[in-house]
């Protein structure tokens, strides 16, 4: 028996889809023959990508720091294409603050992007997806989801809520045949990363802490992603994947 990781004529719903790991996964997704609807605050290149893939992509504009518009996400979503099969939840904000320096406006903005967002868009999509008895749930962990990190406390508080969040979403939707995963990514080339991969110095430490000796490309997201994404995950869940080049693995 051959695994099955056909994607082709799903649709995913993808969110940060304008930038960084998420515009990466638009283009997967896209490439595999899947439909996408891309959720950011401005479609950016995701109109180039529009001109290519015209019947396959949709954009919904959307700011998720405000908990309402996740319900408009998910009507918008539904009334694109008729229905979800695979939501991937990859916006998120880190403020890089100490806790002398977040204010409560930076700790309620990471509050809700990188968690009560992922909460909400899954309870908005996952009941079409167990009437189906097949669907999935991706969201988006980080090394901080494990391991403190200086100017961490809000982004690793809320990735550390993801882990037990995508462990709690599986409990109670898996029997369902809804699968529900998390992706860690390690140190990869974003925006949200900048400030990191502007130092030289700190980019080589970062990756002589791997056990493969490098830091990572938004290509090597693609290949684990399209395993959650498909039918060869089907036993699978409740799992965060850390793609982070033996990082936490020393």
Known sequence: MVADFEVRHRVAVVTGGSSGIGLRFVQAYLDAGASVVAVSRSPGPLTELKTKYPDQLVHVAADLSKPQACYIVVESALAAFGQVDILVNAAGVNPRKNSDELSFEDWEMTVNLNLTAPYLLAKGFVGPMRERCWGR?????????????????????????????????????????????????????????????????LVNQLAAQTCIGRNGTLDDL???????????????????????????AK
């Open 222 to 248: 693609v290949g684990p992603l399209m395993f959650l994404s498909s039918p060869a995950s089907d036993y699978v869940t409740g799992q965060i994947l850390y793609v982070d080049g033996g990082f936490t």
């Open 137 to 201: 749930v991706i969201n988006i962990a980080s090394l901080q989801t494990e391991r403190a990190f200086p100017n961490g406390i809000a982004y690793g508080a809320t990735k550390g809520g993801v882990g037990q969040l995508t462990r709690a979403m599986a409990e109670e939707w898996s029997r369902f045949g809804v699968g529900v995963n998390a992706i860690g990514p390690g140190f990869f080339p974003t925006a949200l990363t900048q400030r990191v991969f502007e130092n030289e110095d």
